[in-house]
């Protein structure tokens, strides 16, 4: 399964600022996804990020609040804009291989707060 | 609509003793039915899968059981050992579709 390494792993963020989170895998990965955990919560996934074209967003979720970057088959960045104190939460990258067995692996996750 | 549904949403369980986690699923296209483990300020970790034409998977001390026609799948967690409490969640996908999440167990073995 493909190693994904998430920075930053934690940030406290003033309201109305943005913060980038980005995604880096030891190898190349077909499908790549964002989600959101609550404390205590399962995962809520944001949207697919599609290399070379825009993101695909599940409902609630618009690219204006959570731009999404994908310039290669390695990497991602999920920004998240505007920030309220609704925005706290994890973020969390998680990569597949296509043909590979599935193995859906995930990052150790971003947490954020904001004030 | 919530497409897999988990129980129970906590379990304690005694050192030595069979963890049991219950998940049931809406879609019959599922075809890939993986349980994740999570400690605290970890992502989520693959622990086991399972495919629709298996009944039954083991891996060490870790089994799926599926049972295709109930559309139910379950993680038996055998000789538990405190170092198992952690929340354990159920997935399914289909195709090269994100995972679909239940809403997770959080387990406790204690001693």
């Known amino acids: 399964s493909a190693v994904i390494s998430q920075k930053p792993s934690r940030d406290i963020c003033q309201r109305g600022t943005s913060l980038t989170i980005q995604c880096q895998v030891d190898s190349q990965v077909t499908m790549m996804f964002w989600y959101r955990q609550q404390p205590g919560q399962s995962l809520t996934l944001i949207a697919t990020a599609n290399q070379g074209s825009e993101a695909t967003y599940e409902s609630g979720f618009v690219i204006d609040k959570f731009p999404i970057s994908r310039p290669n088959l390695t990497f991602s960045t999920l920004t998240v804009s505007n920030m309220s104190p609704e925005d706290s939460s994890i973020y969390l990258c998680?990569?597949?291989?296509?043909?590979?067995?599935?193995?859906?692996?995930f990052g150790s996750g971003t947490r954020l707060t904001v004030v | 609509q919530q497409q897999v549904k988990q129980s129970p949403q906590s379990l304690i369980v005694q050192k030595g003793g069979i963890s049991i986690i219950n998940c049931a699923y809406e879609n019959t296209a599922f075809d890939y039915f993986p349980w994740y483990q999570q400690f605290p300020g970890k992502g989520p970790a693959l622990l086991i899968a399972i495919r629709p034409d298996v009944s039954e998977k083991k891996e060490g001390r870790f089994t799926i059981s599926f049972n295709k026609s109930a559309k139910q799948f379950s993680l038996h967690i055998m000789d538990s050992q405190p170092g198992d409490s952690a929340t354990y969640f159920c997935?399914?996908?289909?195709?090269?579709?994100?995972?679909?999440f239940g809403k997770g167990t959080r387990l406790s073995v204690i001693a």
């Open positions: 997935a399914a996908l289909r195709g090269n579709t994100p995972l679909v």
């Open positions: 998680s990569a597949s291989r296509q043909g590979a067995g599935y193995g859906y692996t």
